[in-house]
């Protein structure tokens, strides 16, 4: 069967726009290049056993229950007979057994990060209500100054670090920061 110029247009027209409409679809869907290595730390043990949403810290690559069955408390620093701070210090211990920073505790619960995708996990980093009211400056802010933040890169013991290290981290940070926190 042979087509005719118009025939030829309108298929031509039709694969156009079914084209562009599988991109647009695709692009929906698709996660920021920005956000991935920021991810990569961020759902690192480092990050992810304080950033629970249990009622308990988790400790160890493998993320176990906290020993000595620690709890969260009402204000994420544990139970009032059992402070975070009556092991962790402002620093880790000479042997790196015990970690320490500054303030360690968990974060509150709408910062938990269990079980989200990229997308999710950058949604809920920006939403305000989340996040301890944090605009995208003071997340930068948190995340390449705290102290406990810090943490992550000097841990102690024979614990791993993020994936990036920590001047990459700031550098990717900054990056997403700048472009508007795309997810």
């Known amino acids: 069967m042979k087509l005719n110029f118009a025939h030829r247009a309108r298929l031509v027209l039709a694969f156009t726009i079914i084209g562009a409409a599988s991109l647009t679809t695709q692009n929906v869907h698709a996660q ?14 480092r990050c992810m056993n304080c950033h629970t949403i249990t009622d308990f810290p988790r400790q160890g690559d493998e993320r176990r229950r906290h020993a000595q069955l620690v709890v969260r408390g009402a204000d994420n620093h544990g139970a009032p007979t059992l402070q975070c ?4 210090q402002d620093e880790n211990v000479i042997d790196g057994a015990v970690p320490g920073a500054p303030h360690w505790g968990l974060a509150p619960l709408s910062m938990g990060w269990e079980g989200l995708n990229a997308r999710e996990l950058c949604l809920v980093l920006k939403d305000t209500s989340k996040n301890g009211n ?10 390449s100054e705290d102290e406990l ?14 994936p990036l290290s920590q001047p ?15 997810c």
């Open 32 to 45: 920021s290049p920005l956000f991935q290595p920021l991810y990569e730390v961020l759902t690192h043990p």
């Open 85 to 88: 701070s009556a092991c962790h």
């Open 149 to 162: 933040v810090l943490w992550g890169w000097t841990p102690g013991g024979n614990r791993t670090t993020p």
């Open 134 to 143: 944090r605009s995208l400056q003071d997340l930068f802010l948190h995340m």
């Open 168 to 182: 990459d981290f700031v550098k990717a940070l900054q990056a997403w920061v700048s472009a508007g926190g795309p």
